[in-house]
Nanobody, 130 residues
Framework: QVQLVQSGGGLVQPGDSLRLSCAASGSTFSDYRTAWFRQAPGKDREFVGI????????FYANSVQGRFTASRDNANNLVYLTMNSLKPEDTAVYYC???????????????????????WGQGTQVTVSS
């Protein structure tokens, strides 16, 4: 299993940008697809996006499509989530999650199901407020 440690996050204003990082150790990171989830107070954990092991394949939730971008640097075992045009409704604790298998599952349901991921980061708070 890969171990994940997150960094980034913080308090920003609406319209600002922010980049989250997820550092992996313990295994060959390019063998893992990596997803981002978020959880707002009182709400279920919500899928944000996913990136395949090579970085060539990505898939996003409709709510962040066109604003958020996942990328990865396998040489340094890092995955990023770059968030642009942030809105107050993006406020949540963000988590990275990884699962063995670099190819994205064919169904969106499998890609976005948190139960499909066995390695999780510790979470980082993102607050968007004026």
């Amino acid at each position: 299993q890969v171990q994940l440690v997150q960094s980034g996050g913080g308090l920003v204003q609406p319209g600002d940008s922010l980049r989250l990082s997820c550092a992996a150790s313990g295994s060959t990171f390019s063998d893992y697809r990596t997803a981002w989830f978020r959880q707002a107070p009182g709400k279920d954990r919500e899928f944000v996006g996913i990136i395949g092991g090579t970085g060539r394949s990505t898939f996003y939730a409709n709510s962040v499509q066109g604003r958020f971008t996942a990328s990865r640097d396998n040489a340094n075992n890092l995955v990023y989530l770059t968030m642009n045009s942030l809105k107050p409704e993006d406020t949540a604790v963000y988590y990275c999650a990884a699962e063995l298998g670099g190819v994205l599952p064919p169904s969106s349901r499998a890609r976005s199901n948190p139960n499909q991921y066995h390695s999780w980061g510790q979470g980082t708070q993102v607050t968007v407020s004026s």
